[in-house]
Nanobody
């Protein structure tokens, strides 16, 4: 079983930056894919960004050029650096992992609110 714990959410002004972190309870090398989803009020949960162990990265079109995913193998965690945040980025952000042995796991979510 894998547990994911997000941190780093908060209130940010338009154009500001924020970094989200996801700590995983297992060895990160056991995971095939790591990433972030978000769910805005009234919307379905949607992909923000993904990275695979082959370092293949997928971005949602709305964040391309502004958000960057990175991994820290020593700390068993990955981060989402969010720049130029927009009010429509207000959502609960969930870190997500996929493992061949374990399947899909989500964290509990962290709130990001873009103020206007």
């Amino acid at each position: 079983q894998v547990q994911l714990v997000e941190s780093g959410g908060g209130l940010v002004q338009p154009g500001g930056s924020l970094t989200l972190s996801c700590e995983v309870s297992a060895n990160i090398l056991r995971l095939n894919t790591m990433g972030w989803d978000r769910q805005a009020p009234g919307d379905q949960r949607a992909m923000v960004e993904r990275i695979t162990n082959e370092v293949f990265i997928r971005y949602a079109d709305s964040v391309k050029g502004r958000f960057t995913i990175s991994r820290d193998f020593r700390k068993n965690m990955w981060c989402l650096q969010m720049n130029d945040l927009k009010p429509e980025g207000t959502a609960v952000y969930y870190c997500r992992s996929i493992s061949t042995q374990i399947g899909v796991t989500w964290g509990q979510g962290t709130q990001v609110t873009g103020s206007s």
